[in-house]
Every structure is written in structure tokens, then in C-alpha cells.
């Protein structure tokens, strides 16, 4: 009776997004304040009716309802309770509803929040994010429904594919599609921009708050993405350019670029059209990450389905969304005013470079990402586009861009004087410089571009210093001045610096991990050894361990360091009798910022018929910084959300002016 209940509420909650859409438009058309609060009560009854049957999914999950046909074909009575939540979005349909449930909640937040709006502006936009939520409630209720019924449940289920029965990845997903559906709400103040031929620095004010949630919440999505890949795969690495990763980056890197083009949007009235084309190319990329990954497309262990029927019914929501606002867009662009001029050196040539380069850097991933799909289809003939091809195309523009950011924020507006900005840097330049010669002094091996990457996160790490310094005129006024000034700093500019940090954090992280990564694998009998970057990893033992859901063979890896004991490792293999798959537990030795990756592989048999195992080994230097950068970022993104004047500023200035 509960799943019926629940696809009641999602047929109701469907009804209410078509209402929210009618009634949102009609009050545009009429200027009508009673139909326009009309709609926005929709979209809270719509994000209601969603939010009850998601609930009425997990409940379906946690009590093991296996007369769901999702929960019997997702969940098992052993599993932990964790996970038999996790696994109410770890299917298919049950992300499709995860996504309806964020999509809806953003489409009532907007209702609720935007205030500030004119009023013809907001009703556009909640009526736009009411034919949003339309089109993928239809597709829910039609097509993918995870409260379906099963006329002879099981008596047990048949359990969530262990790889993703894992604490990160259970929070994963929850935080992409809020990061992913967040550009909902961007794009439909674009398309209601458009309509109403308005695009100044009071839109761009009412855009950013929603882009840097929605990219600060999609920068953690994908760390925790990363992460568990890094420790639960068991291949040492921490990204692949798999497409499905790829698929979620896309976004990421258009969102960026927004986040810069809507401040001069903002403080210039310049790039106007441009900002607007971002914001509709970031949710037509997270849309088309939602295809890749549900269309069958993509063979992955990140992809939910294999449903090419399912697929071409996102297809077409893609292809009739994006298109639609494209289509708009070009009619209605080419009649904005144009902002301010600006010279060559000024801030906003720096953040027009900058929006140059992730714009192609988020080509050359998405050709890498699509071109071996497009020729499948055209030829048959499968192949495949690995790093090679993203480190010889992607890897220069991100350092072009790593070049130039410290000198953006500390360039004028409209005019800025290059040669001053250089007096400004020259000491970031120099601890850059040394950094760089001292690596490849001393790393052994000796690696130059390896080098070179450690100088460009010192030069980005110290920039962020330099650009603090700069405004607190540190050493030029007194330092009761100076710590007035840093006190008195707003949260934006604090936003701004850490989120810059963070990259500079990631940079050390990544180039350091990828150029003095060492590895090592052997089939070891107990007593056996092997040595990697100078350590020397001993087999102890293997024994069997019982877990909640699954049995496992447990080894224990005592590691030394010129004969001083370091650490004791403890990977392990699991074996799920629900789904029957066994999986590797990885175990990581934590030496400051690095880690000690260790991997137990399969038992064998030696030639004298005694059990072997394989044993693989990474040292991975500076591999903590990978995550840690990222986190920083996000941490930036919403330091830079709290800021009144981000929330505030535009409401007090526009409150008096008519719709």
C-alpha cells in the first residue's frame, strides 16, 4: 500500500509541475500576482508530492519490501542499514527519482527565495523550472518508475553491486545531482533573461549565488567520486578519463567559467550573451551526463543502465530542452545591449582569457568523451580515448590557466597596469621558481615536467598569498592596519582566495602523485616480501573475516623502513554470496600527505602446491592533496555563499522597480 501511495504522490507531484509552469507563465502574460503566487505554491506542493514518494522508496529499501521490483532487484535483508538507503538511489530509477526530488527542491527554493526578483523575471523562471521538472517527472512516472510492483516477490533480494556499497559513494550521488540539477535553476533565469530581453549586472547578482551552490556541491560530488575510486577499485588511481567521469566534469568546467564571466556580467555589463550561453550549455551538460550514463551508451561501473529505450527518451528531453533554449537563444542574443569597453591589460581580458580556456578545455573532453560513441555508430568500430590523448590536449590549456590566474584579481577594472601587477608577484614568482628547481633537484627520479607542475601549484598557492597581502597593503600600513583590513575583508574575497588555494593544493597534489608514483606486484607466499619506493612489505598472514554481507580472506602486510617497523596493512577480499562478485579491500598506509596503497589479490597455488597470493603495492606521494584541494575549493564556494551582499545587494537596489 505504501508504494501505491507513493506513485500517487509522484502522478501528484507531476500534476503540480505542469500547474507550476501554466500558472507561472499565465502570470507573466497577465501580470497577475494572485496566478504567480498561484505557481509558486505549485512548485512546493510539486517538490512535496516528489519528497513523499521518495520516502516512500527508502521505506520500501529499509523494511527489504521486495514486492518493489527496484528493492528486490537493489537490496538484500544482510546489507547494512547504510546501504539499504544508498541503494535507494543506486539504480536507475531510483536516481531518476533522487534527481526529480533535487530538480523539484531547487524549483521550490527558487519560488520561495527569489524575492528580491522583478516579478516578471521570476515567474518566467519558475515557470521555466515547472516544465523542467515536467518533462522529467513524465519520464519518471512513464518510463522509469521505481515503485513499480512485482506479482511474485522474492523471497530475497539479489543486493547492490558491491563496488558501490561504500560509505563515499553512498553520499555521492546526493551531491553530484545537487551540483548537476543546481544549473537548473541557472538556466531557466537564462531562458527567462531571453524572454524578457534583460541581461544586466542585476541578473548576473541573481545568477551567481545559484552557480556557485550548484558548482561547490558538484566540486564535492566529484572528489568523493575520485575517492572512492582511488580506495575501492584497487587500481592505484584516482581518475581515468573514464566517460562517465568526464560526463560529470563538463558541467563543472562550464560552471567555472560562469562563476568568472557573471562577475564582469556584474561589475562591467560586459559579456552578457556569453554569460547566458554558459548558463544554458551547464545544465545542457548535466543533462547530457544523465544520457551517458543511463542510455547504455557507456559500458562503466559508474553507469546505471543498459536501457538503449530508456536512453533515447533522454535523448530527446536533452535534444528538446537544449535545443529550445538555444534556439532562443540565437533569436534573442543578438538584440542585448552591449556593456563597457575595456583595454587589452584589464581584469576583464583576464577573465575573458580565462573563459576562453576552459571553454576549450571542456571541448577537447567532450570530443575525447564523444568521439569514440559518435564513430561506433557511424562505423562499428569501437576504440577507445585514454590519458594520452587528455594530457596532450587538456593538460596545456589548464596550465595556461594556472599561469595566468594570479594576476586576474590583482589587475583593474576597465584598465589595468601589467607592469604593477608584476612588482606585485615577483616574489610568488620567485618561491614558484624555486620550488620548481629545488623538485627537480632533489625528487629522484629526476622528471622536468613533473618539476614544472609542483612550480605552477606553488605559483598558484602563493598568488592567493600575494593577492591577500595586496589587500591588507600588508607592510605598507601599520599591522594593526593590516589585521584590521584582513578582519575586515568580505566573505567573497575570502571565497575567492581559498577557492584559488585549493587549486594550488590539487596541482602539488597531482602532478607530484603522477610524476614520482612507484608500484610494485608480486605473487607472495605467507613470509614473502616485496619492496617499493624504500619500503619493504612482508606477508604476515591471511585469515578468514566475516562480514556483515560478505566473506573475506584478510591479509596482514607488515611494513618497514630501514628496518624501523612503519605501519601494518590489512587488505582484503570480499566475496557477496547475494550477487556473487568479489571485490578487492584496498589498505592505505598514511605517511604524511602520501600513502602506501596496498591491493590483495586472488589465492593461487605455487608449484610445490602451497598458496600463493598477488600482491600489488603503490606509493603514491602527496596523493592526501588530491582531496584535500577540491574540499578547499568547495569550502571557498561557500564562504563566497554567505557573503550578504551576494544574498542581499541586488534585492534592496531593485525591490522599488517595476516588473
Given amino acids: 500500500m505504501i508504494a501505491e501511495f507513493g506513485s500517487f504522490a509522484l502522478i501528484l507531484a507531476l500534476a503540480f509541475a505542469i500547474a507550476q509552469s501554466g500558472l507561472s507563465a499565465a502570470a507573466r502574460i497577465r501580470r497577475s500576482t494572485v496566478l504567480a503566487a498561484a505557481g509558486e505554491g505549485a512548485a512546493v506542493a510539486s517538490f512535496a508530492g516528489v519528497a513523499i514518494a521518495f520516502a516512500c522508496l527508502v521505506h520500501a529499501f529499509v523494511t527489504s519490501d521486495f514486492s518493489v521490483a527496484n528493492a528486490a532487484a ?279 582569457l580565462n573563459n576562453i580556456l576552459l571553454a576549450a578545455a571542456t571541448a577537447t573532453v567532450m570530443l575525447g568523451t564523444l568521439y569514440p560513441l559518435i564513430r561506433e555508430a557511424l562505423t562499428g568500430e569501437a576504440i577507445s580515448v585514454g590519458p594520452p590523448y587528455f594530457n596532450l590536449t587538456f593538460a596545456p590549456l589548464m596550465a595556461a590557466l594556472a599561469i595566468i590566474l594570479p594576476a586576474g584579481p590583482l589587475l583593474a577594472w576597465k584598465r589595468g597596469d601589467l607592469h604593477g601587477v608584476g612588482q606585485r608577484l615577483w616574489i610568488a614568482a620567485l618561491v614558484a621558481l624555486g620550488c620548481g628547481l629545488l623538485t627537480f633537484a632533489l625528487a629522484s627520479p629526476r622528471r622536468a615536467l613533473g618539476a614544472a607542475g609542483i612550480a605552477i601549484g606553488a605559483w598558484l598557492i602563493a598568488g592567493a598569498g600575494a593577492e591577500l597581502i595586496e589587500r591588507t597593503r600588508f607592510m605598507r600600513v601599520s599591522a594593526g592596519e593590516s589585521w584590521r583590513r584582513l578582519l575586515g575583508l568580505p566573505r567573497g574575497a575570502w571565497g575567492m582566495t581559498l577557492a584559488h588555494l585549493g587549486l594550488g593544493v590539487f596541482v602539488l597534489g597531482a602532478c607530484f602523485e603522477i610524476g614520482w608514483r612507484a608500484e610494485s606486484a608480486e605473487t607472495l607466499p605467507l613470509g614473502g616480501s616485496l619492496n617499493v619506493a624504500g619500503y619493504h612489505l612482508v606477508l604476515e598472514s591471511v585469515g578468514p573475516r566475516e562480514g556483515p554481507n560478505y566473506e573475506a580472506e584478510r591479509a596482514m602486510i607488515r611494513v618497514s623502513r630501514n628496518g624501523k617497523p612503519i605501519c601494518t596493512g590489512e587488505p582484503d577480499r570480499r566475496f557477496y554470496p547475494a550477487g556473487g562478485q568479489t571485490v578487492s579491500g584496498i589498505a592505505l598506509c598514511y605517511r604524511g600527505p602520501s600513502h602506501l596503497y596496498m591491493v590483495l589479490g586472488e589465492r593461487r597455488k605455487a608449484t610445490d602446491g602451497t598458496p600463493v597470493w598477488l600482491i600489488r603495492a603503490y606509493w603514491n606521494p602527496w596523493a592526501s592533496l588530491i582531496f584535500l584541494g577540491p574540499v578547499i575549493m568547495a569550502l571557498g564556494g561557500l564562504v563566497s555563499l554567505s557573503d550578504r551582499r551576494m544574498r542581499l545587494g541586488v534585492a534592496k537596489r531593485r525591490q522599488e522597480q517595476p516588473a
Avoid at 82 to 110: D, M, Q, R
Avoid at 194 to 217: H, Q
Avoid at 320 to 333: I, K, N, Q, V
Fill in 74 to 352: 537493489n537490496s538484500h535483508t544482510e546489507k547494512p542499514m547504510l546501504y539499504k538507503v544508498a541503494g535507494a538511489w543506486g539504480s536507475h530509477e531510483g536516481s531518476i527519482l533522487l534527481w526529480c526530488l533535487i530538480l523539484t527542491g531547487y524549483g521550490a527554493a527558487a519560488a520561495t527565495l527569489g524575492r528580491g526578483l522583478p516579478k516578471g523575471l521570476k515567474a518566467l523562471m519558475v515557470a521555466v523550472q515547472g516544465a523542467l521538472g515536467t518533462v522529467f517527472l513524465a519520464y519518471t512516472v512513464f518510463a522509469s518508475n521505481p515503485l513499480m510492483r512485482i506479482a511474485t516477490p522474492p523471497v530475497e533480494g539479489r543486493s547492490l553491486n558491491p563496488l558501490l556499497q561504500d560509505p563515499a559513494l553512498a553520499i555521492h550521488p546526493p551531491f553530484l545531482y545537487s551540483g548537476y540539477v543546481g544549473m537548473s535553476v541557472v538556466f531557466s533565469l537564462a531562458i527567462a533573461a531571453l524572454i524578457e530581453g534583460r541581461v544586466d549586472a542585476a541578473w548576473a547578482r541573481w545568477v551567481r549565488p545559484w552557480a556557485l551552490a550548484a558548482w561547490s556541491l558538484l566540486t564535492v560530488g566529484i572528489t568523493l567520486g575520485a575517492f572512492w575510486a582511488y580506495y575501492e577499485l584497487g587500481w592505484g588511481g584516482w581518475w581515468f578519463w573514464d566517460p562517465v567521469e568526464n560526463a560529470s566534469f563538463m558541467p563543472w568546467l562550464i560552471a567555472t567559467a560562469l562563476l568568472h564571466s557573471a562577475i564582469v556580467t556584474e561589475k562591467r555589463g560586459a559579456l552578457a550573451g556569453w554569460s547566458l550561453f554558459l548558463a544554458l550549455s551547464a545544465f545542457t551538460f548535466s543533462m547530457l551526463g544523465a544520457f551517458l550514463v543511463r542510455s547504455g551508451v557507456l559500458t562503466s561501473v559508474h553507469a546505471f543502465a543498459v536501457d538503449p529505450r530508456r536512453g533515447v527518451l533522454l535523448l530527446i528531453i536533452l535534444g528538446l530542452t537544449a535545443g529550445s533554449g538555444f534556439a532562443l537563444f540565437a533569436w534573442r542574443a543578438p538584440r542585448l545591449a552591449q556593456g563597457g569597453l575595456f583595454a587589452p591589460v584589464s581584469r576583464e581580458s583576464a577573465l575573458v
